[in-house]
């Protein structure tokens, strides 16, 4: 093999480089990076072009540029405020120049060489530079006629540091092995591997520093992508399916049923999905779609297909309060479907399991359902509030209840199912993916069938990468008669408008919710300001019906509240988050939100997803005075867009794909070089490669480099991918 391959330089620990010693050690391994390989992909923020040094007496005012010096005298101060002054003046002989920072941890002492870079001024007659960038010249200095690499700092080592760990691990490492075949890397129009490492981090010129990028994102999405590819089909391999009855009489009569005609998109993904679910392989789907796009018949109509095939279906929710109003919600449902099991004597039944003999008795067409989280369970056929955790848990192992709405109190090693066929995991995203394959688990001799649905919107590209190994239905048609929500920013002084638009609104007939602002300390704190603004909005409102909700109410308080709201024996409901998702009220046509700018993107969104679901036009008032600009924007963005993908996209650019990862992609790193949206259609160059690639060679065999690759450079959460 020419060069060392990537795969290699991943077993080589940073203690090998040359001026790498213990203490470096652990703080690059403190920061993720723990071989040269690592190292070598730890890409520079920026470059200073330093390959031209300028003599303070013909250096040009005004514009980037550096110069260097030796430090003539340093000056700290004291300000005002806690503020610290420090300036250092340098000459090079030619002329003199102060610098001057008000960072108090700058380090500069006298009789140093330095460079400093940075726009040059004159002031009172002298030279002067603020806050310049400044090294410290050493005897070889990597600093001087050339383009100056700036790396990110890791684990407390700065850029001159990483700056020379990587140029004294660069040499040893190379040439490195190039792993991509030559035709792909001309058809992709992409530098070789060898180049792209060298010169991302010391180019001759900076525009030579483009194409390296380039490459080694695509090489990052190139990885992430087979390694979904991977698990892709991995998945259709080795699961053993459940053959499931779409022909059945629960679901249609179900459908029969419901009030209105299931839109085009949802008879699509309904019968994408009745595909999957008579196969013989595993469903691994993703139901995605905008807020009141209709995913909760969906959903419904593959839980009754699973029960209706003599299999148990399992909901997971993300909270307890999601879970809860999904199991009202499906209770509802079936309810009017006329699928409610009869009600048991609950006295009779007292601690006895198994209350049916034969769970596949005929009784008609019904489900019977469970709801159990940490704590609550309850069941639709006895009364409400007399189910005892015990027997429930006993239902469910003995199959007398078909139908399960929780949280992950359900992926619990405890908790055992008769025959679970069927799982749908509501918003995925707040789950690691490998909570999805436990519950999975929870099947013994089979795979039952799992549908993911996410309210959320993802931008393409994201959910290119975070659900990259599933197949997607997409809800893109919204029920018929929906006119979008008008959203107005107000300032807090105007509450007056919000009390009359209300008022207004009630007087036509319609009810109003009025959100309570975010407390992050903790809920007990948003409990109080729930109730406060609750008290304010009674004492505003004379003659209006005002009710309060919050998550600390039991959930058969939460019910009651619901239900007033529900049949109108309520004008107003003020409320914390709790109602953000999966409460609705056509009636309802006023969303007021206190202190918008505290709630991130899609909570807005989902909170304004609350009204509009009538016929009757609504408005959203975002109420706030944004102290930062990210809120400012936040506002400005859901002023502009009803549209939940464009929000979406808009959301990762205020936030950055950081912050979005680290929280959700539970088992693949965190990406380092790539940027999904600016890098969108690199990512697809990068898909499309992948999975065609694994199409021809599924175990990647006569690919051993790349695998090792992927597995050197992804970590131990894709080891599995490789098991056999
Ligand atoms: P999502 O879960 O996607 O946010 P829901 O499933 O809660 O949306 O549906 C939103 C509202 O639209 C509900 O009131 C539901 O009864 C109604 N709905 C769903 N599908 C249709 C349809 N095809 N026609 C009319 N109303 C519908
Ligand atoms: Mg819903």
């Given at each position: 093999m020419a060069g060392r391959p990537l795969s290699y330089l991943a077993t080589?620990?940073?203690?090998?480089?040359?001026?790498?010693g213990p203490r470096s050690t652990k703080k690059l391994a403190d920061a993720g990076i723990h071989s040269v390989a690592d190292l070598l992909l730890h890409p520079p923020r920026r470059y200073l072009d330093r390959s031209q040094i300028f003599d303070l007496a013909d250096v040009p005012l005004g514009e980037e540029v550096t110069v260097g010096g030796t430090v003539t005298s340093v000056d700290k101060r004291r300000l005002k405020g806690n503020r610290t002054m420090i300036d250092a003046v340098i000459t090079d002989g030619t002329n003199f120049l102060r610098a001057r920072w008000f960072n108090p941890y700058t380090k500069v002492a006298q009789g140093w060489d330095v460079v400093l870079s940075g726009k040059v001024e004159r002031y009172q007659g002298s030279l002067q530079m603020k806050s310049p960038d400044m090294e410290r010249m050493g005897?070889?200095?990597?600093?001087?006629g050339r383009v100056v690499p700036f790396h990110p700092s890791a684990g407390g080592l700065g850029p001159a540091a990483m700056r020379r760990a990587i140029w004294n691990a660069l040499p040893r490492s190379r040439p490195i092995h190039e792993v991509l075949p030559e035709e792909m890397l001309d058809r992709l129009d992409l530098v070789d591997r060898d180049y792209a490492i060298a010169n991302i981090h010391?180019?001759?010129?900076?525009?030579?520093?483009q194409p390296a990028r380039r490459r080694l994102v695509f090489d990052e999405l190139f990885r992430l992508e087979l390694a979904l590819a991977l698990r892709k089909q991995k998945l259709i391999d080795e699961t053993t399916g459940v053959v499931h009855d779409?022909?059945?009489?629960l679901v249609k009569r179900f459908l029969a049923a419901l009030p209105y005609e299931l839109t085009g998109a949802q008879l699509k993904a309904i019968a994408e999905i009745e595909a999957d679910l008579e196969a013989d392989h595993a469903m691994h789907r993703l139901l995605q779609g905008e807020v009141?796009?209709?995913?909760t018949v969906v959903a419904a109509a593959a839980l009754l297909t699973g029960v209706q095939s003599g299999f148990q279906a399992a909901v997971m929710a993300p909270t307890e309060v999601l879970a809860e109003q999904h199991y009202l919600g499906f209770r509802d449902l079936f309810e009017s479907g006329g699928l409610a099991p009869p009600i048991e004597d609950a006295g009779a039944l007292d601690?006895?399991?198994?209350?049916?003999?034969?769970?596949?008795?005929?009784?008609?067409?019904s489900v019977r359902m469970a709801l159990l989280t940490a704590n609550s369970v309850e069941v639709n056929?006895?009364?409400?509030?007399?189910?005892?955790r015990p027997d429930v848990v006993q239902w469910i192992g003995d199959g007398t209840v078909e139908l399960v709405v929780g949280t992950?109190?359900?992926?619990?090693?405890?908790l055992r199912f008769e025959r679970l066929g069927i799982a749908v995991v509501d918003?995925?995203?707040?789950?690691?993916?490998y909570q999805r394959v436990t519950l999975r688990d929870k099947a013994d001799e089979y795979d039952p069938d799992l549908l993911i649905m996410t309210a959320t919107p993802i931008p393409r590209t994201y959910a290119m990468t975070l659900y990259g190994d599933l197949e997607v239905s997409t809800l893109d048609e919204m029920p018929p008669g929906r006119i979008p929500v008008t959203t107005r920013h107000l300032a807090l002084a105007d509450l007056g408008a919000a009390f009359s638009l209300v008022r207004e609104e009630v007087a036509a007939g319609r009810q109003a919710f009025v959100v309570a602002p975010l407390v992050d300390e903790s809920d007990k704190i948003e409990v109080t300001s729930a109730t406060e603004e609750y008290e304010r909005f009674s004492s505003e409102l004379v003659g209006l019906r005002v009710g309060l909700m919050h998550g600390q109410l039991r959930p058969a308080e939460k019910d009651a509240v619901m239900h007033r709201f529900r049949d109108g024996d309520l004008d107003v409901l003020v409320a914390t988050t709790?109602?953000?998702?999966?409460i609705d009220i056509p009636n309802a046509t006023v969303m007021v939100i206190l202190?918008?700018?505290?709630?991130g993107l899609s909570q807005l969104h989902q909170l304004r997803g609350?009204?509009?679901?009538?016929s009757d036009p609504a408005t959203c008032l975002l109420m706030a005075d944004p102290t930062t600009d990210e809120g400012s924007a936040r506002l400005g963005a859901m002023v502009a867009t009803t549209d939940g993908f464009r929000l979406a996209e808009e959301d990762l650019r205020i936030r950055g794909q950081g912050t979005v990862f680290g929280?959700?992609?539970?088992?693949i790193k965190d990406?380092?070089?790539?940027d999904i949206l600016r890098d969108a259609p690199l990512l697809i160059e990068a898909r499309r490669e992948a999975f065609a690639l694994v199409a021809g060679d599924p175990g990647l065999e006569s690919h051993s480099e790349l695998a090792a690759e992927v597995r050197a450079l992804l970590g131990?959460?894709?080891?599995w991918l490789f098991r056999s």
């Amino acid at each position: 093999m020419a060069g060392r391959p990537l795969s290699y330089l991943a077993t080589i620990p940073t203690d090998q480089v040359k001026g790498i010693g213990p203490r470096s050690t652990k703080k690059l391994a403190d920061a993720g990076i723990h071989s040269v390989a690592d190292l070598l992909l730890h890409p520079p923020r920026r470059y200073l072009d330093r390959s031209q040094i300028f003599d303070l007496a013909d250096v040009p005012l005004g514009e980037e540029v550096t110069v260097g010096g030796t430090v003539t005298s340093v000056d700290k101060r004291r300000l005002k405020g806690n503020r610290t002054m420090i300036d250092a003046v340098i000459t090079d002989g030619t002329n003199f120049l102060r610098a001057r920072w008000f960072n108090p941890y700058t380090k500069v002492a006298q009789g140093w060489d330095v460079v400093l870079s940075g726009k040059v001024e004159r002031y009172q007659g002298s030279l002067q530079m603020k806050s310049p960038d400044m090294e410290r010249m050493g005897s070889e200095s990597l600093l001087i006629g050339r383009v100056v690499p700036f790396h990110p700092s890791a684990g407390g080592l700065g850029p001159a540091a990483m700056r020379r760990a990587i140029w004294n691990a660069l040499p040893r490492s190379r040439p490195i092995h190039e792993v991509l075949p030559e035709e792909m890397l001309d058809r992709l129009d992409l530098v070789d591997r060898d180049y792209a490492i060298a010169n991302i981090h010391f180019p001759e010129t900076a525009a030579e520093a483009q194409p390296a990028r380039r490459r080694l994102v695509f090489d990052e999405l190139f990885r992430l992508e087979l390694a979904l590819a991977l698990r892709k089909q991995k998945l259709i391999d080795e699961t053993t399916g459940v053959v499931h009855d779409t022909s059945g009489e629960l679901v249609k009569r179900f459908l029969a049923a419901l009030p209105y005609e299931l839109t085009g998109a949802q008879l699509k993904a309904i019968a994408e999905i009745e595909a999957d679910l008579e196969a013989d392989h595993a469903m691994h789907r993703l139901l995605q779609g905008e807020v009141g796009s209709g995913k909760t018949v969906v959903a419904a109509a593959a839980l009754l297909t699973g029960v209706q095939s003599g299999f148990q279906a399992a909901v997971m929710a993300p909270t307890e309060v999601l879970a809860e109003q999904h199991y009202l919600g499906f209770r509802d449902l079936f309810e009017s479907g006329g699928l409610a099991p009869p009600i048991e004597d609950a006295g009779a039944l007292d601690g006895q399991a198994n209350l049916f003999a034969d769970p596949s008795a005929d009784r008609g067409p019904s489900v019977r359902m469970a709801l159990l989280t940490a704590n609550s369970v309850e069941v639709n056929f006895l009364p409400p509030g007399s189910a005892k955790r015990p027997d429930v848990v006993q239902w469910i192992g003995d199959g007398t209840v078909e139908l399960v709405v929780g949280t992950h109190s359900l992926i619990q090693e405890s908790l055992r199912f008769e025959r679970l066929g069927i799982a749908v995991v509501d918003e995925q995203h707040r789950f690691g993916v490998y909570q999805r394959v436990t519950l999975r688990d929870k099947a013994d001799e089979y795979d039952p069938d799992l549908l993911i649905m996410t309210a959320t919107p993802i931008p393409r590209t994201y959910a290119m990468t975070l659900y990259g190994d599933l197949e997607v239905s997409t809800l893109d048609e919204m029920p018929p008669g929906r006119i979008p929500v008008t959203t107005r920013h107000l300032a807090l002084a105007d509450l007056g408008a919000a009390f009359s638009l209300v008022r207004e609104e009630v007087a036509a007939g319609r009810q109003a919710f009025v959100v309570a602002p975010l407390v992050d300390e903790s809920d007990k704190i948003e409990v109080t300001s729930a109730t406060e603004e609750y008290e304010r909005f009674s004492s505003e409102l004379v003659g209006l019906r005002v009710g309060l909700m919050h998550g600390q109410l039991r959930p058969a308080e939460k019910d009651a509240v619901m239900h007033r709201f529900r049949d109108g024996d309520l004008d107003v409901l003020v409320a914390t988050t709790v109602i953000e998702v999966g409460i609705d009220i056509p009636n309802a046509t006023v969303m007021v939100i206190l202190d918008a700018d505290r709630f991130g993107l899609s909570q807005l969104h989902q909170l304004r997803g609350r009204v509009g679901r009538g016929s009757d036009p609504a408005t959203c008032l975002l109420m706030a005075d944004p102290t930062t600009d990210e809120g400012s924007a936040r506002l400005g963005a859901m002023v502009a867009t009803t549209d939940g993908f464009r929000l979406a996209e808009e959301d990762l650019r205020i936030r950055g794909q950081g912050t979005v990862f680290g929280t959700r992609q539970a088992g693949i790193k965190d990406l380092k070089m790539a940027d999904i949206l600016r890098d969108a259609p690199l990512l697809i160059e990068a898909r499309r490669e992948a999975f065609a690639l694994v199409a021809g060679d599924p175990g990647l065999e006569s690919h051993s480099e790349l695998a090792a690759e992927v597995r050197a450079l992804l970590g131990a959460d894709v080891d599995w991918l490789f098991r056999s």
